[in-house]
């Protein structure tokens, strides 16, 4: 049997669901067998593969960089799952929204500069008006809530989809903020 | 001589048939008979306002949804509580809850204790389908003792009862309408500046979310306790 291609990334994220998923301990052992990690920040490899079985997004999508490539996973993706509360949600990242974007790259570049205070206009990328969930701006099939979802409900998510299932309700799992 | 308390009513609950009295409501009912409606506004001991409409119901031949915590039984009444109906507007429910406030449950002093939160899983809410709206909400922490954080709050008015019905203080109040309601202590002024406060905090342990708390807590660390209020009420009901 062939095994089962992952990708996992974060966008605006803290890596913290990462970390979460590096908690499944000596579970990994057990599914390093059936699956291939094509892409990812824990493999040596720049480039999103043409074809991919899941991807395991963490972050929400606030500039123009994670749009551009929440999009481009999507369209090269079968079974693309929210990891955390900030790619399901938005959560810490969406804090920001009831400020504009020269507010905050006023108080962040200008206000707190010891020196050459001025706007970034190139290398970083534009912040979007808003920080947004994943399902705001592409298709989700697994949602996993969770600040950071438990290794354990990482587990069940990722046994899950080996087995060829989307897992039901996580509810019973998982929550916001748990 | 036997004093009649009220006439008593028969009516179906989810197809087990139950005897009420004419004065009780089909979410008392329902309980006494072990049949869990979820509720969120309603907090045994205040008065009954039906605001967050999660405890909804079907009355077969009724139109409309009724709110269980207010809706009163009647002879032959045939109650549904959970069907597939029900469940979709009471997931809506709560994601309307979360999506009109600021729930960022990971920094939230209430997190893991938080009556939101629970109904949230309990409901299936596995993300919420509707646009956050990350609304400019005041944070008052003048108050010697408390704060109040009305980015989580979700208008269920149980600190504007406690402290009306139990307190006798009625510090709080609802000000402004739709998306732009709000609680306010007084005619508006910072909640450290109030009159008629008398920091006795019972707001603080009813409230159902992180809105109004102790101050000087960090994340997950706040515990609301309620007992209290069952412990008044039935001492009143001594006293009369």
């Excluded at chain 1, 074809?51 to 551009?68: F, P």
């Excluded at chain 1, 996993?144 to 290794?151: K, N, W």
Aim: aromatic content about 4%.
């Amino acid at each position: 049997m062939s095994k089962v291609t992952l990708a996992t990334t974060w966008l605006d994220g803290c890596s913290g669901c990462h970390m979460s998923l590096l908690d499944i301990d000596e579970r990994l052992i057990d599914i390093a067998d059936k699956i291939d990690v094509v892409y990812s920040p824990l493999v040596d490899m720049k480039e999103y593969p043409e074809q991919v079985d899941v991807a395991i997004v963490e972050g929400a999508v606030s500039s123009e960089e994670d749009l551009h490539k929440i999009r481009m996973i999507r369209s090269r993706t079968k079974i693309l799952v929210a990891l955390g509360d900030c790619a399901v949600a938005g959560n810490i990242p969406t804090m920001r929204n009831k400020f504009s974007r020269e507010e905050l790259l006023d108080v962040a570049y200008i206000k707190s500069a010891t020196e050459n205070p001025q706007h970034p206009s190139e290398v970083i990328p534009a912040l979007l008006p808003k920080a947004v969930p994943l399902h705001e701006v592409v298709d989700i099939d697994v949602f996993v809530q969770g600040c950071p979802p438990s290794a354990d409900t990482i587990f069940h998510t990722i046994a899950e989809l080996l087995a060829g299932r989307i897992p039901a309700d996580l509810t019973e799992h998982t929550r916001p903020g748990a | 001589m036997a004093v009649v308390r009220s006439r008593i009513k028969t009516l179906k609950i989810d197809g087990q048939d139950v005897g009420a009295h004419e004065d009780e409501t089909i979410l008392e009912v329902a309980r006494e008979n072990g049949i869990m409606i979820p509720t969120l506004c309603q907090l045994d001991g205040l008065s009954l306002v039906g605001a967050c409409r999660l405890c909804l119901v079907e009355v077969v031949g009724w139109r409309n949804l009724v709110p269980a915590c207010t809706t009163y039984v009647e002879e032959g009444m045939e109650v549904i509580t959970n069907s597939e109906r029900l469940q979709k507007y009471r997931r809506m429910i709560i994601e309307l809850l979360f999506a009109e406030g600021n729930h960022v449950c990971a920094v939230c002093v209430s997190n893991g204790n938080c009556e939101l939160q629970w109904k949230a899983q309990k409901l299936g809410m596995d993300h919420v389908r509707f646009t956050n709206q990350n609304p400019d909400r005041r944070v008052d922490m003048t108050h010697e003792h408390f704060v109040v954080d009305a980015n989580r709050c979700i208008l269920c008015t149980r600190c504007v009862r406690v402290c009306d019905e139990i307190e006798g203080a009625h510090t709080w109040d609802i000000f402004g309408r739709g998306e732009n309601s709000t609680i306010i202590s007084d005619f508006n002024l910072p909640w450290g500046e109030s009159p008629t406060c008398s920091s006795c905090g019972k707001c603080v342990n009813v409230c159902p979310t992180g809105a109004l708390v102790e101050k000087g807590k960090a994340a997950g660390e706040m515990i609301k306790r309620t007992e209290f209020l069952a412990y008044l009420t039935k001492m009143r009901e001594v006293k009369k």
